[in-house]
């Protein structure tokens, strides 16, 4: 919603003329709304994600729709970045144009149309991928791919999720949680005796790295703690693994199912944003190079990390392993994680047998499955 909005009424309260249902007429197209931007500083990032969604999505299948959400917080009809795709997908340029005509949520999710609608959010970060964007979408009463309001919430906070990890038994690394109002006189004091030199000071609620430092002494976790705040007044602070990064694919609802994993050798200390987005220095081995017993023993965790946020649709679950200590330690879960043909999530998928284009029909089949359970639940007649 643009600035200045905030007394408005919800302006989901016109929704789309026909949600869409699990078995739609075969000669019938949904008309896929791909929601990308966003207000986080992540918003590059979604951008190249929704140009290869878009690029891969089949046109006989879908009515393509692609809105965005300027950083501002102006919701915009994408008509640059539909004129590009109507001129063929292979013209589409490497970033989603932002540019069109503003409009508000209400105008971009119920447009005069006859066919069924779901929404494919491409928000990473906050306000988009933190259970805000998809709260909005269940008052619009539109199926949308991905997590419900309350796992995106869990999962979006690091520490809220290390909780409900705690609460499940399931592993994890050693971690302190803490407020911007917690960092007195003796909050260096009290990380470094229960942590150790070095250590991972992050946003509780970012992604893609952003903000993440690795902190060797006590003036760096002091500049650490100060970059962080700049995202969040919640801080989530790590002790340092010396383990491999392996990431699992989990997909589905009810019956999730997880892909093989995959692993991540940084080019950097660690993986930061650079590492992900621009160096290209990372190297991304999929399969693991893990046994069988290991690989279904990460399996096996990922989905229960997965049911403990009560993940739908999809998620990556991210795993330390100290192969000559504690083994497999859930680090966190992502569920809007990268979605480019290159990212981890779709090429785990792809080594494990579901195409990236195949991917993409899953999960929109997997969101009007969910939206019709739930549908039956909220009739009062």
């Given at each position: 919603m643009s600035p200045g909005a905030e007394s408005e009424p919800p302006a989901a309260a016109t929704p789309p003329r026909t949600p869409a249902t699990s078995t739609p007429p075969t000669e019938q197209r949904i008309r896929l709304v791909v929601l990308f931007g966003g207000q986080s500083a992540e918003h590059e990032v979604s951008l190249v994600t929704a140009r290869h969604v878009l690029a891969a999505t089949d046109p006989d299948r879908y009515d393509l729709?692609?809105?965005?959400?300027?950083?501002?917080?102006?919701?915009?009809?994408?008509?640059?970045?539909?004129?590009?795709?109507?001129?063929?997908?292979?013209?589409?340029?490497?970033?989603?144009?932002?540019?069109?005509?503003?409009?508000?949520?209400?105008?971009?999710?119920?447009?005069?149309?006859?066919?069924?609608?779901?929404?494919?959010?491409?928000?990473?970060?906050?306000?988009?991928?933190?259970?805000?964007?998809?709260?909005l979408l269940e008052l619009a009463g539109v199926p949308y791919v991905g997590c419900g309001v309350l796992a995106s919430a869990l999962a979006m906070d690091k520490g809220k999720a290390k909780d409900m990890f705690s609460a499940r038994g399931i592993p994890q690394a050693r971690h302190v949680s803490l407020h911007e109002n917690d960092l007195d006189a003796s909050a260096i004091a009290d990380l470094e005796a229960a942590l150790g030199y070095p250590m991972f000071v992050k946003p509780a609620n970012m992604g893609s790295s952003v903000g993440v430092t690795k902190a060797h002494?006590?003036?760096?976790?002091?500049?650490?703690?100060?970059?962080?705040?700049?995202?969040?007044?919640?801080?989530?602070?790590?002790?340092?693994?010396?383990?491999?990064?392996?990431?699992?694919?989990?997909?589905?609802?009810?019956?999730?199912?997880?892909?093989?994993?995959?692993?991540?050798?940084?080019?950097?200390?660690?993986?930061?944003?650079?590492?992900?987005?621009?160096?290209?220095?990372?190297?991304?081995?999929?399969?693991?190079?893990?046994?069988?017993?290991?690989?279904?023993?990460?399996?096996?965790?990922?989905?229960?990390?997965?049911?403990?946020?009560?993940?739908?649709?999809?998620?990556?679950?991210?795993?330390?392993?100290?192969?000559?200590?504690?083994?497999?330690?859930?680090?966190?879960?992502?569920?809007?994680?990268?979605?480019?043909?290159?990212?981890?999530?779709?090429k785990m998928w792809e080594a494990s047998g579901l195409s990236y284009p195949d991917l993409i029909d899953e999960l929109i089949r997997l969101a009007v499955e969910r939206y019709d359970r739930r549908a039956s639940r909220r009739r009062t007649d």
């Open positions: 729709a692609p809105v965005a959400i300027a950083k501002d917080g102006r919701w915009i009809i994408a008509t640059d970045a539909a004129r590009a795709l109507a001129a063929g997908s292979t013209g589409l340029p490497d970033a989603l144009p932002t540019s069109g005509s503003p409009t508000e949520p209400s105008g971009a999710l119920a447009a005069v149309t006859d066919e069924p609608v779901v929404v494919f959010p491409l928000l990473h970060g906050p306000l988009g991928e933190d259970g805000t964007v998809q709260g002494d006590g003036d760096e976790l002091r500049a650490a703690l100060d970059l962080a705040l700049r995202y969040d007044d919640w801080l989530v602070v790590e002790e340092t693994i010396n383990g491999r990064e392996i990431e699992c694919a989990v997909l589905g609802n009810l019956e999730p199912r997880a892909s093989l994993p995959g692993e991540i050798r940084p080019g950097a200390e660690f993986y930061d944003y650079d590492d992900k987005y621009r160096s290209g220095a990372a190297e991304l081995i999929i399969p693991a190079e893990l046994s069988p017993e290991v690989t279904g023993k990460l399996q096996t965790m990922a989905i229960a990390a997965y049911q403990a946020l009560g993940c739908e649709g999809m998620a990556r679950v991210d795993f330390f392993y100290e192969e000559n200590g504690r083994g497999l330690l859930v680090n966190e879960i992502n569920t809007i994680p990268g979605f480019t043909p290159i990212s981890m999530y779709p």
